[in-house]
T-cell receptor, first 114, second 118 residues
Framework: AQSVTQLGSHVSVSEGALVLLRCNYS??????LFWYVQYPNQGLQLLLK??????LVKGINGFEAEFKKSETSFHLTKPSAHMSDAAEYFC????????????FGIGTKLQVIP | GAVVSQHPSRVICKSGTSVKIECRSL??????MFWYRQFPKQSLMLMAT?????????EQGVEKDKFLINHASLTLSTLTVTSAHPEDSSFYIC??????????????FGSGTQLSVL
């Protein structure tokens, strides 16, 4: 079985500050890990993914995440928050890698304060 | 990029009525679509996998007679919540697989439907 835990359903940061959204997972096999972003009134959009290879993954809009097997974590970071980053972020895990069953976290709503 | 359109975005209905939610892939043919449900402060949970031309595969605990899924064409899947009750109030979201995309980027999501049953 696989599961995802996102710590903090709401996170607030000041514009220009570091963004850190936490995600821990459990999986019985090597995981595929994803971060999705949902802007208001829009569908989920893939931000970045880890499948194999380099553990530091870079995504769109300046976001990146690092797969740490020893910590079973896949935290999402961005050095400097922008107002347009305000959205809901979902961490997800898939064991098959084929997108058959993707398990999502509860989501973290990011607020960026001017 | 590929777009998945989900309609309606919000629906309010009376208890006992049925509600249909549509999920369309706009620029690709989706042989497989997925339906998720999210209750407040909980994760998105997979309800069922919809395959074009065949019966949907439901996850454990999801009533197939209550949540009817029809995937009659390669661009449209519908979810009908039959005899809806207040406990069915939730956020429903679909996703579609684009077989033409790169292997790691072929799942696209609709914008979701917020269902409120009075």
């Amino acid at each position: 079985a696989q599961s995802v835990t996102q710590l903090g359903s709401h996170v607030s940061v000041s514009e220009g500050a570091l963004v850190l959204l936490r995600c821990n997972y459990s999986s019985s096999v090597p995981p595929y890990l994803f971060w999705y972003v949902q802007y208001p009134n829009q569908g989920l959009q893939l931000l970045l993914k880890y499948t194999t290879g380099a553990t530091l993954v870079k995504g769109i809009n300046g976001f990146e995440a690092e797969f740490k097997k020893s910590e079973t974590s896949f935290h999402l970071t961005k050095p400097s928050a922008h107002m347009s980053d305000a959205a809901e972020y979902f961490c997800a895990v898939s064991e098959s890698g084929g997108y058959q069953k993707v398990t999502f976290g509860i989501g973290t709503k990011l607020q960026v304060i001017p | 990029g590929a777009v998945v359109s989900q309609h309606p975005s919000r629906v309010i209905c009376k208890s006992g009525t049925s509600v249909k939610i549509e999920c369309r892939s706009l620029d690709f043919q989706a042989t497989t679509m997925f339906w998720y449900r999210q209750f407040p402060k909980q994760s998105l949970m997979l309800m069922a996998t919809s395959n074009e031309g065949s019966k949907a595969t439901y996850e454990q605990g999801v009533e197939k007679d209550k949540f009817l899924i029809n995937h009659a064409s390669l661009t449209l899947s519908t979810l009908t919540v039959t005899s809806a009750h207040p406990e069915d109030s939730s956020f429903y979201i679909c996703s579609a697989r684009d077989p033409g995309q790169l292997a790691n980027e072929k799942l696209f999501f609709g914008s979701g439907t917020q269902l409120s049953v009075l």
